[in-house]
């Protein structure tokens, strides 16, 4: 951990080198995790590949008389954080008020007893620091915040991180409660500020942007007017929306909530391009099930008009935070994300250029989809974020059980002339691959997340015992092809869903998202030159997936 934060200070030190005008080489990619557990945290942590560098748990809590509250049931896990630090992951748990104003005040005016308390904690723990995330207090409370975030630096050792989210203030406002936070003075004391660049359209208010790029570069700008270095600014990302019905309303809801009423509800979508946000429109009608999204609010039939980051959304911000050379990102909060975003977040954060450690899995990957085969060669190029085929599965799940292509047996109809028609034949021979009926196997088809699923079951050697009340994903039933493998594979913490409550089994998967997959696989046993006869009507064929 120390060696990730000595990289840290010399990336710091070379852009303040370079007068600031160089971008920072190692990026802080920051994000929260809250109302969870640390199951569920590692589950969601499963998607994200390596492009986190610091996780804010919800392990600290303020009581009414301004003391530290540590959650409870005893939430502050060592395993957990032993893990994160086995991964390079930084733990720095947020301290808040959760907009409670007279805890907040509470919490400033019992400054110099909270800060030895948080101290104590992060020493006891092995934490690597604290976020300080008090919201709602005023501009009467600016001197108060500032010397609590000073006592904060004092108390704690120098290699321990202390950062502050404060409020986005496009607009230079001095009261209320973008008024309690002094930039400049909060950053001398700290060792970046986190931006909550979002919230542009809140709950009460109207329908607009959760975060619009004139809210978003505005709030940048307004930090390096105020005189906060580049490398002490990381800019906060939305990983939610927000929902307006009959003009009122605002409710946020999570980005995968979003995606899952778009692909299951009559809807329609455009992106503006002058604010870099998504708009939809949805409709639920009598009769139709009632989503239920997150923190389990169920939404009622009717029209709803939704505002909310889209992939192109997320693009555009890390675009622009690379553009700027500020230090990173932050988002708020983990697991609420549409997951196919990480497979181009630290690329876009590093402005295209390659992250600076490699994913050995993704690697593999895409060598072998983009090397001859058997003397034949894909005839597309494919990047991380491609969406694979069925046929480039099978290329891939050969290559990595060391499966050699072959030459003569059966063979599907559609195959024969396909590229990777050799690894193809061996899966089959084995019984690792079954088609879409008739003798085909749409090697060209987009491949699904169960179908990519099931296909690295086979190859593993797992118990058949599973506990399937563990399964509580909305959108994967008892009666679907697919629902063993699935809950074998969630049981054993292989797969999770895209969000708490969806799986999404009939979305496409990217190379990258199928590399972290085997990543996940690599633990356990594979027998891939096991037979399996495949007795008629025993086990299905992959089927023709329904429309949704």
Same mark, same amino acid.
């Given at each position: 951990?120390?060696?990730?934060?000595?990289?840290?200070?010399?990336?710091?030190?070379? +852009?303040?080198?370079?007068?600031?005008?160089?971008?920072? *080489?190692?990026?802080?990619?920051? =994000?929260?995790?809250?109302?969870? !557990?640390?199951?569920?945290?590692?589950?969601?942590?499963?998607? =994200?590949?390596?492009?986190?560098?610091?996780?804010?748990?919800?392990?600290?809590?303020?009581?009414?008389?301004?003391?530290?509250?540590? !959650?409870?049931?005893?939430?502050?896990?060592? %395993?957990?954080?032993?893990?994160?630090?086995?991964?390079?992951?930084?733990?720095?748990?947020?301290?808040?008020?959760?907009?409670? /104003?007279?805890?907040?005040?509470?919490?400033?005016?019992?400054?110099?007893?909270?800060?030895?308390?948080?101290?104590?904690?992060?020493?006891?723990?092995?934490?690597?620091?604290?976020?300080?995330? &008090?919201?709602?207090?005023? #501009?009467?409370?600016? #001197?108060?915040?500032?010397?609590?975030?000073?006592?904060?630096?004092?108390?704690?050792?120098?290699?321990?991180?202390?950062?502050?989210?404060?409020?986005?203030?496009?607009?230079?406002?001095? +009261?209320?409660?973008?008024?309690?936070?002094?930039?400049?003075?909060?950053?001398?004391?700290?060792?970046?500020?986190?931006?909550?660049?979002?919230?542009?359209?809140?709950?009460?208010?109207?329908?607009?942007?959760?975060?619009?790029?004139?809210?978003?570069?505005?709030?940048? *700008?307004?930090?390096?007017?105020?005189?906060?270095?580049?490398?002490?600014?990381?800019?906060?990302?939305?990983?939610?929306?927000?929902?307006?019905?009959?003009?009122?309303?605002?409710?946020?809801?999570?980005?995968?909530?979003?995606?899952?009423?778009?692909?299951?509800?009559?809807?329609?979508?455009?992106?503006?391009?002058?604010?870099?946000?998504?708009?939809?429109?949805?409709?639920?009608?009598?009769?139709?099930?009632?989503?239920?999204?997150?923190?389990? /609010?169920?939404?009622?039939?009717? =029209?709803?008009?939704?505002?909310?980051?889209?992939?192109?959304?997320?693009?555009?911000?890390?675009?622009?935070?690379?553009?700027?050379?500020?230090?990173?990102?932050?988002?708020?909060?983990?697991?609420?994300?549409?997951?196919?975003?990480?497979?181009?977040?630290?690329?876009?954060?590093?402005?295209?250029?390659?992250?600076?450690?490699?994913?050995?899995?993704?690697?593999?990957?895409?060598?072998?989809?983009?090397?001859?085969?058997?003397?034949?060669?894909?005839?597309?190029?494919?990047?991380?974020?491609?969406?694979?085929? /069925?046929?480039?599965?099978?290329?891939?799940?050969?290559?990595?059980?060391?499966? %050699?292509?072959?030459?003569?047996? #059966?063979?599907?109809?559609?195959?024969?002339?396909?590229?990777?028609?050799?690894?193809?034949?061996?899966?089959?021979?084995?019984?690792?691959? +079954?088609?879409?009926?008739?003798?085909?196997?749409?090697?060209?088809?987009?491949?699904?997340?169960?179908?990519?699923?099931?296909?690295?079951? /086979?190859?593993?050697?797992?118990?058949?015992?599973?506990?399937?009340?563990?399964?509580?994903?909305?959108?994967?039933?008892?009666?679907?092809?697919?629902?063993?493998?699935?809950?074998?594979?969630?049981?054993?913490?292989?797969?999770?869903?895209?969000?708490?409550?969806?799986?999404?089994?009939?979305?496409?998967?990217?190379?990258?998202?199928?590399?972290?997959?085997?990543?996940?696989?690599?633990?356990?046993?594979?027998?891939?030159?096991?037979?399996?006869?495949?007795?008629?009507?025993? &086990?299905?064929?992959?089927?023709?997936?329904?429309?949704?």
């Amino acid at each position: 951990m120390k060696q990730r934060l000595l990289s840290l200070l010399l990336a710091c030190m070379l +852009s303040l080198g370079a007068g600031g005008g160089a971008a920072a *080489q190692t990026k802080e990619s920051l =994000t929260y995790l809250y109302a969870g !557990t640390t199951a569920s945290y590692l589950k969601i942590l499963s998607h =994200t590949g390596r492009a986190l560098t610091t996780v804010c748990t919800d392990y600290f809590d303020i009581k009414a008389d301004g003391s530290l509250w540590i !959650t409870p049931p005893n939430k502050i896990d060592p %395993e957990f954080i032993r893990e994160m630090h086995a991964r390079d992951i930084l733990v720095t748990p947020f301290i808040s008020n959760h907009w409670d /104003r007279a805890v907040g005040l509470s919490a400033l005016a019992n400054r110099a007893a909270l800060t030895v308390q948080i101290a104590d904690v992060i020493e006891q723990y092995d934490l690597d620091g604290v976020n300080v995330d &008090i919201e709602n207090v005023t #501009e009467q409370s600016r #001197e108060a915040y500032t010397d609590f975030v000073r006592l904060l630096r004092a108390k704690l050792p120098a290699h321990k991180l202390v950062t502050v989210a404060v409020a986005a203030n496009p607009y230079n406002w001095t +009261s209320g409660w973008q008024g309690s936070y002094d930039y400049k003075a909060l950053s001398d004391h700290s060792d970046y500020l986190m931006l909550m660049t979002y919230d542009e359209s809140y709950q009460g208010g109207p329908a607009g942007p959760v975060s619009s790029k004139l809210f978003f570069e505005r709030s940048i *700008q307004y930090a390096i007017n105020q005189g906060v270095p580049k490398h002490k600014i990381v800019a906060g990302l939305p990983f939610f929306g927000r929902y307006w019905k009959n003009g009122s309303g605002g409710i946020g809801l999570a980005a995968s909530d979003i995606e899952y009423l778009l692909g299951n509800y009559p809807s329609s979508t455009r992106y503006d391009k002058d604010t870099e946000s998504a708009n939809a429109t949805v409709t639920i009608r009598p009769g139709d099930p009632k989503p239920i999204i997150w923190g389990g /609010r169920t939404m009622p039939e009717g =029209t709803y008009d939704i505002w909310y980051d889209s992939l192109s959304s997320v693009k555009f911000k890390l675009d622009t935070i690379h553009a700027l050379g500020i230090r990173g990102a932050g988002s708020w909060a983990l697991g609420q994300e549409n997951p196919d975003m990480w497979t181009f977040y630290t690329t876009a954060l590093y402005g295209g250029a390659a992250p600076p450690s490699k994913n050995e899995r993704l690697v593999r990957v895409l060598d072998a989809l983009n090397r001859p085969s058997g003397g034949s060669k894909n005839p597309r190029a494919v990047a991380s974020s491609t969406v694979l085929t /069925r046929g480039e599965m099978a290329v891939v799940l050969a290559e990595m059980t060391y499966v %050699e292509p072959e030459t003569g047996g #059966e063979n599907f109809s559609d195959t024969a002339n396909y590229w990777g028609a050799g690894h193809i034949r061996a899966l089959k021979r084995r019984g690792l691959i +079954s088609g879409t009926g008739g003798g085909l196997f749409h090697p060209d088809r987009n491949l699904t997340r169960e179908e990519a699923i099931a296909m690295v079951e /086979r190859v593993l050697v797992l118990p058949n015992t599973i506990d399937h009340h563990l399964m509580t994903f909305k959108d994967v039933t008892p009666s679907m092809w697919s629902y063993a493998p699935i809950a074998k594979l969630n049981y054993f913490s292989i797969v999770a869903g895209v969000s708490r409550d969806y799986f999404k089994p009939f979305d496409p998967i990217s190379a990258a998202s199928m590399a972290l997959l085997f990543d996940k696989v690599e633990p356990y046993p594979m027998n891939p030159d096991k037979f399996v006869p495949v007795p008629s009507g025993t &086990i299905p064929d992959d089927p023709i997936i329904n429309p949704r």
